[in-house]
Structure formats: structure tokens, C-alpha cells
């Protein structure tokens, strides 16, 4: 599981507010563990719970979480959301993803690669419901998802009573299309969305001022 973009602009972008006590977030779907360790690295009172439902991804988060700084705010298991959630409702502050995508899209014949890539394996009809389940009474989604998705993942978010406060659409550069949106759901609110636009790059450079400021504590 490489390190990619979606999940930095999202370990970067995701609402967390120290001054309001979150302090129990869940990365579902954490892969490398790249947006857990962003998150520990952002707020030193977090306590982390990431999950995935691959071995092999389990393994590789574990060790990078021992190896960091924030090791003893860590924890990594194995295990679908759909099953995570049975035990643990209204617990968290934050439920952040990455999440399965391409989901009509040709199959990747690497099995891991098309279970981290699809939504097969997680829906985001499942994803948006059990978050919400996850949620305290004003608690965050944080998620990235294809331009495409936007509207469908709007429709589910509503139906499990998840509605946007914070959108950032995502273009890899100025005149081309839109590539990524990221967006911030809360409980119960349906009120006015704060929107924004950000560019990967400029026209010429390969990160724009606003890409490089929004991440530079995490690149070396």
C-alpha cells in the first residue's frame, strides 16, 4: 500500500479541532497507516483506532505505528467496519477514509490491489451508515472520494442523517477537470456548506503554494 496523494491531502484536510476535545478518532480502511500516523502527528491528545480488512495491510500499519513517535496512541486490527461497528457505537469523534473506489471500473487481477480499490468489499452506502453509527452526537465523517461519487455519496450521507458542513474540490492543476472532492459530514446538520476549491499544482511547478502549505509538515 503506497503512499498516494488522496491519502496525504486527506490526513492533512480533515477537520480537527484540539480546542474542542476529540480525542478518539478511527481510520477505516488505514492501509499503510498513513492517515492514522498524520492524525497522531497532528493532535497529540488523540487515541487512534485503525482497520482494514487485508492481512498484509494490517501487518505493514503495525509496524510503521511501532516505529513512530505516537506508538502508544496507535492501534491497528483486522476487521470489516461492518463487523467493528457491532461493539462500538457512538465512540468517536472522527471517522476518517480513504475509501474503496473505481466502482464500475475494470477489475485489477492483483486481488489486494482491486479489494483496497473497489467498492466491493465496502459500499459507500455501508460506509456512511455505520460512521454514523460510530459518531458521538457531534462527531466528523471525514472522506476522499472520485469528482463522479459526489453526489451519490451526498444521497447515502443524508439517508444515515450525515449532511456536508465542508467541501474541497480537488483539480490535479488550473484548467483542468475536477479530480478528487474531499468533504466533512456532521450529524443532524443540514445547514450552509463551506466550499473551496484546491490545485495540486501551478503551471509551473509540480505543487502549488496552496497544495505545499497545506502539507508541509508531513513532507521532508
Same mark, same amino acid.
Not at 13 to 37: H, Q, Y
Given at each position: 500500500?503506497?503512499?498516494?496523494?488522496?491519502?496525504?491531502?486527506?490526513?492533512?484536510?480533515?477537520?480537527?479541532?484540539?480546542e474542542?476535545?476529540?480525542?478518539?478518532?478511527?481510520?477505516?480502511?488505514?492501509? #499503510?497507516?498513513?492517515?492514522a500516523l498524520? *492524525?497522531?502527528?497532528?493532535c497529540?491528545?488523540?487515541?487512534?483506532?485503525?482497520?482494514?480488512?487485508? @492481512?498484509e495491510?494490517?501487518?505493514? @500499519?503495525?509496524?510503521?505505528?511501532?516505529? /513512530?513517535?505516537?506508538?502508544?496512541?496507535? /492501534?491497528?486490527?483486522?476487521?470489516?467496519?461492518?463487523e467493528?461497528?457491532?461493539?462500538?457505537?457512538?465512540?468517536y469523534?472522527?471517522?476518517? #477514509?480513504?475509501?474503496?473506489?473505481f466502482?464500475n /471500473?475494470?477489475?485489477?487481477?492483483?486481488a489486494?490491489?482491486?479489494? @483496497?480499490? %473497489?467498492?466491493?468489499?465496502?459500499?459507500?452506502?455501508?460506509?456512511? @451508515?455505520?460512521?454514523?453509527? *460510530?459518531?458521538r452526537e457531534?462527531?466528523?465523517?471525514a472522506?476522499?472520494?472520485?469528482?463522479?461519487?459526489?453526489?451519490?455519496l451526498?444521497?447515502?450521507?443524508?439517508?444515515?442523517?450525515l449532511?456536508?458542513?465542508?467541501?474541497t %474540490?480537488?483539480? #490535479?492543476?488550473?484548467?483542468?477537470?475536477?479530480?478528487?472532492v474531499l468533504?466533512?459530514?456532521?450529524?443532524?446538520? %443540514?445547514?450552509?456548506?463551506e466550499?473551496?476549491?484546491?490545485?495540486i499544482?501551478s503551471?509551473?511547478?509540480?505543487? /502549488?503554494?496552496?497544495?505545499?502549505?497545506?502539507?508541509?509538515?508531513?513532507?521532508?
Amino acid at each position: 500500500m503506497k503512499v498516494g496523494t488522496d491519502g496525504v491531502l486527506l490526513g492533512a484536510w480533515c477537520p480537527v479541532k484540539v480546542e474542542r476535545g476529540m480525542n478518539r478518532f478511527l481510520d477505516v480502511g488505514t492501509g #499503510s497507516g498513513l492517515i492514522a500516523l498524520m *492524525l497522531a502527528q497532528r493532535c497529540e491528545t488523540a487515541a487512534i483506532d485503525a482497520i482494514d480488512i487485508d @492481512a498484509e495491510a494490517v501487518c505493514q @500499519a503495525a509496524e510503521n505505528f511501532a516505529q /513512530s513517535p505516537w506508538a502508544g496512541r496507535l /492501534s491497528v486490527q483486522q476487521i470489516s467496519l461492518q463487523e467493528f461497528v457491532k461493539n462500538r457505537v457512538g465512540q468517536y469523534d472522527l471517522v476518517v #477514509s480513504n475509501p474503496p473506489y473505481f466502482v464500475n /471500473s475494470l477489475k485489477n487481477p492483483d486481488a489486494l490491489r482491486q479489494a @483496497a480499490r %473497489h467498492t466491493d468489499t465496502l459500499s459507500y452506502s455501508d460506509l456512511v @451508515a455505520c460512521a454514523a453509527q *460510530l459518531l458521538r452526537e457531534d462527531g466528523v465523517l471525514a472522506l476522499i472520494l472520485p469528482a463522479e461519487a459526489e453526489a451519490v455519496l451526498a444521497d447515502e450521507a443524508a439517508k444515515a442523517g450525515l449532511f456536508p458542513f465542508r467541501v474541497t %474540490h480537488v483539480y #490535479s492543476k488550473p484548467g483542468n477537470p475536477v479530480k478528487r472532492v474531499l468533504a466533512a459530514f456532521r450529524k443532524g446538520e %443540514h445547514g450552509e456548506c463551506e466550499k473551496d476549491v484546491l490545485y495540486i499544482e501551478s503551471e509551473n511547478a509540480p505543487r /502549488s503554494e496552496e497544495y505545499a502549505e497545506l502539507t508541509r509538515e508531513f513532507y521532508l
